[in-house]
């Protein structure tokens, strides 16, 4: 499975942004898709995820309410609508896909990724 990132970019406090994850395929194998970020300095983070099959969200309490992520099976393709930007969410935004839903917060618990995608938030 490869997977393209993209929508990342200059955006206004309070602005929005929407997040693309291309795959290639939809393997049988990827049950969960996630999206992480990492700031300079910073650990890389969870930010959300949504399983496959059910389309079972899960959320960062720091994005709850602000970022929704979604996916069309028939495209494969797997969004990120963020909203109501903050300085704060300035990162390199990734998206995986795992194997397992279990420990989904945790990004080593996942095995394909994309190259990432800058998003940057200015006050």
């Known amino acids: 499975v490869q997977l393209q990132a993209s929508g990342g970019g200059l955006v206004q406090a309070g602005g929005s942004l929407r997040l693309s994850c291309a795959a290639t395929?939809?393997?049988?194998?990827?049950?969960?898709m996630g999206w992480f970020r990492q700031a300079p300095g910073k650990e890389r983070e969870f930010v959300a995820a949504?399983?496959?099959?059910?389309?079972?969200?899960y959320y960062a309490d720091s994005v709850q309410g602000r970022f929704t992520i979604s996916r069309d099976n028939t495209k494969n393709t797997v969004y990120l609508q963020m909203n109501s930007l903050k300085p704060e969410d300035t990162a390199v935004y990734y998206c995986?896909?795992?194997?397992?839903?279990?420990?989904?917060?945790?990004?080593?618990?996942?095995?394909?990724w994309g190259q990432g995608t800058l998003v940057t938030v200015s006050s």
């Open positions: 995986a896909a795992g194997q397992t839903i279990v420990a989904y917060r945790t990004w080593t618990r996942y095995d394909y």
């Open positions: 395929e939809r393997t049988f194998s990827s049950s969960i």
């Open positions: 949504i399983r496959w099959s059910s389309g079972s969200t």
